[in-house]
């Protein structure tokens, strides 16, 4: 049967080798995969190299900025006269914009009891500066978490239907911490961690949605891709040469021994993507994160790891969206 497949941010990184690995797994034969990204001149780029290897495939393209209200609800409008149903809906697309790495607290770290977490979190090295979009959101909670989260709301229709499931899979991060989210500051206004407030909000409104959802036959998962080496994480260290990052490489490979989270390419890091592709949704563990692992000799694996999650605080979430969602849809129709 034709499957249809959303996949936000796919011109790159993570999003690109999951459509690359889709194309390429023994279900691609009648799945139709939509490219959403927000410029069409690297959305064509990546559609050209899928087609380079894979001619016959049905991949197409979609225009859609997560951080513009507008944009979101233009492309939303888009999908439902294109299809008339969505099977799976990766929301990958993710910012993490003016990264300060603090390079004296990494050293500190490197000789730490808290050595591991801070690897594999990016746990006290790692804040950035948040931006404002035109509409008034604060940039990183924008892109990351509620322009996902308005796309879901207006595709309803054709992603609960009745006798059939759709999957919503969204790409978290072990980044995600409690701490750095607060319910009285959801879109993180006032802290310096942004990226780890939008990831652990991901998480909780998966839980969320899974409460309101799963009765319409929709359903939602997160995973963690491990420490890929991408575009957003090259700008960590912006100031840095790229050859510098070539000469940490072998450093990272040697770490990825010790560390099965250091997944490192965007192939591997996609490997739980895929393993959701290949699941029933409703046997899977709404509370769980699934990570992508990679072993010292470079088998890939997905692992369920159980989230820092509670019901109070996802059903608290979900409705200062759902107020945010009115809000926003009250000032587009007077504007
Ligand atoms: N790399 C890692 O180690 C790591 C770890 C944990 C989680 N993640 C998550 O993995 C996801 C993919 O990131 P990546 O590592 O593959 O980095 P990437 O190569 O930079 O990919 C990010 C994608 O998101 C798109 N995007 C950014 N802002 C957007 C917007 N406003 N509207 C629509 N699309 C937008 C980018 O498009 P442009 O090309 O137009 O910028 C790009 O296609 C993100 O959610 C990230 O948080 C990554």
Redesign the pocket.
Known sequence: MNKVVLV????????LALCERLLSSQDAEGLHLCL????MR?AEAARSALLASHSAAQVTLLQ????SISSVLRAARELQLRFNRLDYVYL?????PNPQFDLKAFFKGLFSSNVITMLTTGEGILTQRDGITPDGLQEVFA??LF?HFLLIRELEPILCQAGRTSQLIW?????ARRSAFSLEDVQHRKGREP?SSS?YASDILSLAINTHYNKQGLYSSVI??????????YGILPSFPAFVWTLFLPLLWLIRVFINTFTLT?YN?AEALIWLFNQKPEMLDPRAKYHSLTSGLGHCYTQPRQMDVDLDTSEELYDELLQLEREVRRKQITS
């Open positions: 936000t941010g796919a011109n790159s990184g993570i999003g959403a990204c927000r410029n690297r859609m900025d997560t951080s990958n697309a993710g910012i993490m892109v990351n322009g790409t978290s991060s072990s980044n990226y990831k963690c891709p491990g420490f890929v080496m991408t575009n957003l994480t965007p890091g």
